[in-house]
């Protein structure tokens, strides 16, 4: 055992409110902390060296999940100033247009008769910032994971729709829960789509000083196991 291995590893937030992010998070086998904040629908300029730092992405700035994974984690600052706070977004584009949590059931069936037959791209931003070091940098991500939509007809959609699992999602669908049966295959990251790419996280994390975090391909078979699901079969899937 190295000196470093018995330094406790800092406190961890979360700025999110979402359970999908919660529970991922968790499977990596660290406590933390929840901080909600709506700062990602906030649009005043970021400072230019916040901006210059992010992941190249061909989407207007507004639209960039690593820039509102950025606002979640500094306006969380404030409510953990001791912690290292970890920020994420995701977004779902189709031909360029980024597809935002439907408005009403009719527009959910507008998101998915476009994505029906279709493959689509998914992006989660990541953002972690140690908010005891006010003039470190922000650690940033940005993951892709390409998703391919069945072809769904009229009766398919308004049976999901009844369901409201897809009122409160970006894309109108869930991955990880009714909405998976709508997908035929996932490239890349899996839990990306679901909202909290795992591996990116743990490099993260480990990057910022978060210690026993757990490996993150193990964490995503715990987190299948647990749901019931085998690893999709739709290679090249990763966690």
Not at 11 to 35: D, H, K, M, Q, T
Not at 43 to 50: A, G, Q, V
Not at 114 to 131: C, E, M, P, Q
Request: charged letters at 20%; a negative charge.
């Amino acid at each position: 055992m190295t000196d470093s291995d018995n330094v406790p590893s800092l406190p961890l937030a979360l700025a999110s409110a979402s359970p999908r992010r919660r529970e991922l998070l968790a499977y990596l086998g660290v406590s933390f902390r929840i901080i909600a904040t709506d700062a990602e629908e906030h649009d005043h300029p970021p400072p230019p060296e916040i901006v210059a730092a992010l992941p190249p992405l061909a989407l207007p700035l507004f639209d960039h999940p690593t820039l509102r994974a950025w606002r979640k984690a500094s306006a969380a600052c404030a409510s953990a100033p001791d912690s290292v706070i970890i920020g994420a977004d995701t977004i779902v584009t189709l031909e360029g247009e980024v597809l935002n949590k439907p408005v009403d059931p009719n527009d959910a069936r507008r998101m998915l008769r476009r994505l029906s037959g279709k493959t689509h791209t998914v992006y989660t931003g990541l953002a972690v910032i140690d908010a005891r070091q006010i003039h470190a940098p922000p650690l940033f991500d940005l993951v892709a994971s390409q998703v391919t939509v069945a072809v769904l007809s009229d009766a398919d959609i308004d049976a999901y729709v009844a369901t409201g699992e897809p009122l409160d999602k970006a894309g109108a669908y869930g991955i990880q829960g009714l909405g998976g049966k709508l997908v035929r295959s996932v490239a890349g990251s899996y839990t990306c789509v679901v909202g909290l790419p795992l591996v990116e996280t743990w490099r993260l994390l480990c990057a910022a000083g978060i210690r026993g975090l757990r490996d993150p391909a193990e964490s995503y078979r715990r987190w299948l196991l647990d749901l019931g699901k085998e690893t999709p079969p739709c290679p090249p899937t990763l966690p």
